[in-house]
T-cell receptor, first 110, second 114 residues
Framework: EDQVTQSPEALRLQEGESSSLNCSYT??????LFWYRQDPGKGPEFLFT???AGEEKEKERLKATLTKKESFLHITAPKPEDSATYLC???????????FGSGTKLNVKP | DVKVTQSSRYLVKRTGEKVFLECVQD?????MFWYRQDPGLGLRLIYF???????EKGDIPEGYSVSREKKERFSLILESASTNQTSMYLC?????????????FGPGTRLTVL
């Protein structure tokens, strides 16, 4: 069964304390893995798409990596404005549907 | 930039009312999606459309219908609203084959059914 699992469910960091969020997946024929940021009461905001194992993408303090079974979202020296829920999703080849994880709620304290 | 807009940010309706939620995208995307998002349940797909007048059921279509008469517009209809349809509704669009079918989301509509 296709599945996406994110961990931890919640993460509290001090400002400047780097960490990683995990997204593990079981899906046949991975087409893409997607990271989104969602602020309370708003729609998810697209961050990254990763296509193949070994691929990495960066944006400001965020870096996403992909292996054959999981993806990590590394946050370097986070700031309070990085506080949000981070969602992971995967898509399969020849199939429009996304499979979403339940998200990691990140709280960065000043 | 991709722009997906939804007709209302907040909506309050009464049980039994017919409710229309509208979504418009300006990037000429073929695919459009409706999700609902509830605490502890994550995002769940209600319906999606891959072309004008085409639609497919998602994971939780019961109690909902959709309409896509124009490429840029996708409407979600609650024929007779019930309290268990109180939720955050999110619309998304994507272009097949572009950027791995990345879906771009609208701001969401927070619907409360009393």
């Amino acid at each position: 069964e296709d599945q996406v699992t994110q961990s931890p469910e919640a993460l509290r960091l001090q400002e400047g304390e780097s960490s990683s969020l995990n997204c593990s997946y079981t899906v046949s024929g991975l087409r893409g893995l997607f990271w989104y940021r969602q602020d309370p009461g708003k729609g998810p905001e697209f961050l990254f798409t990763l296509y193949s194992a070994g691929e990495e993408k960066e944006k400001e303090r965020l870096k996403a990596t992909l292996t054959k079974k999981e993806s990590f979202l590394h946050i370097t020296a986070p700031k309070p404005e990085d506080s949000a829920t981070y969602l992971c999703a995967v898509s399969r080849n020849n199939f429009n549907k996304f499979y979403f994880g339940s998200g990691t709620k990140l709280n960065v304290k000043p | 930039d991709v722009k997906v807009t939804q007709s209302s940010r907040y909506l309050v309706k009464r049980t039994g009312e017919k409710v229309f939620l509208e979504c418009v995208q300006d990037m000429d995307h073929e695919n459009m999606f409706w999700y609902r998002q509830d605490p502890g349940l994550g995002l769940r797909l209600i319906y999606f459309s891959y072309d004008v007048k085409m639609k497919e059921k998602g994971d939780i279509p019961e109690g909902y219908s959709v309409s896509r008469e124009k490429k840029e517009r996708f409407s979600l209809i609650l024929e007779s609203a019930s309290t268990n349809q109180t939720s955050m509704y999110l619309c998304a669009s994507s272009a097949p084959g572009q950027v791995g079918d990345t879906q771009y989301f609208g701001p969401g509509t927070r619907l409360t059914v009393l």
